[in-house]
């Protein structure tokens, strides 16, 4: 079965024009051939023939380099091809030497349509060479020719003569073609250049007119960590220039507090290309800081090329603020700043899993405060409860948790706190319950104590012993429900 060779394989134009090139000149050139053939066989002369019939031969092997893709080598073996084959021809045969010189720098310009610069001046080089042997070897003897004589011999010599001007015609029209069409071509690129750099020019426009239409604070820095834009919203808010901004000149408005941990997530993050989120104080135009939620994004192009990272920040001020505000009532009594019930009960589940023992429980119970409520009003009491969680505070040393666990009664957490301890601490606090009480006659303060010492990790019963002794103690002086007449 005769095979078939497939069709031109090549992913650009401009070498699907140079095989089509490249091949057109082969059938050109065993066209010549052909002629060259004809008139060796009219004269008899056989040297002619051979040398002739093996240089149509060897084109097959170019003729098939190309259709496999092998469009350089092609290029080049064909020219070699043709160059040996006509300086044989005009060396062996008659009559066609003076041609075959005006022949050769034919070759250049074929070479010239298909090759690249290197190959190209090996080509001149070749062809050089070829010339001068054809030159000087007949006068110094290497090889004789002979004219053609006898009938015809004129039109034969025209008819060669013919044959080079068509084929240096089309190397000529196969040259300027090329040329036309790569002109055409560069021109449609740079149109199309154009268009697109218009298109990105406008992309360019519409983008920054929608990054300062917004309430984002916008930057972008390149590949060397550098930011090089700043939105409008962004100049807005520090109230300086793009020019003071530029580079590294943003950072002169964060926090010093925060600069360090802002600059290493910035610089850790860039060096793995990766996305990064973090908040910062940043100087706004008024003087104040104000915090700023920085969202950064490395910026990639379409072929994944790293091209540096695009940030959006927002204000997110108020947000902490409340955030602040939630976390400070999780855990503080609003009324007299003291910790609360829930902060109490998560310290103590700590507490219990730790290593801090003997820990001891104090409870507090404000005696009357119900009938100070009735009496003389709910601001009155408010006071009172104010009032006893001072002398609470005044006494409980640093690293205990006093806290407000009831409406008026306090519990403190005492770590590595044995039980003669907690009973000095109880005999200080009514000692500093009596100071105060001598200063503030119209409104005494009175509390019910009761304390408990655990040396294991079983704190629910003692803060339930604890708050026992508590309301032993308030039996005691049960009938003084009168603040002040305290035991």
Known sequence: MKAKFPHFIYETEETRQLARILSLLIWVTLGTYALV????????????????????????????????????ASSFIFMLIVLCTVTF??????????????????????????????????????????????????????????????D??????????????????????????NIRVNMVRARQEIIQRKQAEDVLREQEVQYRNLADSGTALIWRAGTDKLCNYFNVPWLKFTGRTLEQEMGNGWAEGVHPDDFERCLNTYISAFDKHEAFEMDYRLRHSSGEYRWIQDLGTPNFKSNGEFMGYIGHCFDITERRQMEDLLRYQSCYDSMTGIYNRNYFEEELARFERGRDYPISILIADVDGLKNINDTMGHPMGDAVLKQAANVLQSVIRTGDVLARIGGDEFGALLPATDADTVEQIVTRIRERLAEHNAVNKELPVGLSLGAATAENNNLAGLFTLADQRMYADKSVHKSRVIPGSVS
Not at 42 to 61: C, E, I, N, P, R
Not at 152 to 172: E, K, T
Request: hydrophobic residues 60%; glycine residues 8%; neutral net charge.
């Open 37 to 72: 053939l004809f008139t060796a066989v009219y004269y008899q002369d056989w040297k002619l023939v051979s040398v002739t019939l093996a240089g149509s031969v060897l084109l097959s092997v170019p003729y098939f380099l190309i259709k496999a893709g092998k469009l350089r």
């Open 89 to 150: 021809i005009a060396t062996v045969g008659q009559g066609i030497h003076d041609l075959a010189i005006v022949t050769l720098p034919i070759i250049i310009v074929f070479a010239g349509l298909t090759l690249g610069r290197v190959l190209l001046r090996l080509c001149i080089g070749l062809t050089l060479a070829a010339v001068c042997w054809l030159t000087l070897g007949e006068e110094m003897g290497w090889f004789l020719t002979k004219p053609f004589d006898g």
């Open 152 to 177: 015809g011999s004129n039109w034969f010599y025209l008819a060669m003569v013919v044959a080079i001007l068509l084929v240096s015609a089309i190397a000529v029209d196969l040259l300027a073609t």
